[in-house]
């Protein structure tokens, strides 16, 4: 699986931002997909995640704020944005694993697949 997250750019505090991620390959609808960050010095931390069921699970951080979804007729899953702040600066990731389940969402290292990042800055 390749994926491939676009969507990042330059946003005052406040404003509203939405990324995607296209999966490549025929099986999409069996991968459970999340938005990972990393913000500069600091450790990649768990955003939102999707599973292929489409129960979807926030970090607290952003409960309330961002949206998670996905299109299994487009490869694709978002990342909606909204109420942005500047502590939400970082590169996001989108990652996917293979029926990967709730209780596992948010560990880091039970993704195989990673797409190459997109910068999202929110200026204050």
């Known amino acids: 699986v390749q994926l491939q997250a676009s969507g990042g750019g330059l946003v005052q505090t406040g404003g509203s931002l939405s990324l995607s991620c296209v999966a490549s390959?025929?099986?999409?609808?069996?991968?459970?997909m999340a938005w990972f960050r990393q913000a500069p010095g600091k450790e990649r931390e768990f955003v939102a995640g999707?599973?292929?069921?489409?129960?979807?699970t926030l970090s607290d951080s952003v409960k309330g704020r961002f949206t998670i979804s996905r299109d299994n007729a487009k490869n694709t899953v978002y990342l909606q944005m909204d109420s942005l702040k500047p502590e939400d600066t970082a590169v996001y990731y989108c990652?996917?694993?293979?029926?990967?389940?709730?209780?596992?969402?948010?560990?880091?290292?039970?993704?195989?697949?990673w797409g190459q990042g997109t910068l999202v800055t929110v200026s204050s």
């Open positions: 990652a996917a694993d293979r029926f990967l389940i709730t209780s596992s969402i948010r560990r880091r290292v039970e993704y195989d697949y």
């Open positions: 999707i599973t292929w069921s489409g129960s979807s």
């Open positions: 390959g025929r099986t999409f609808t069996s991968y459970t």
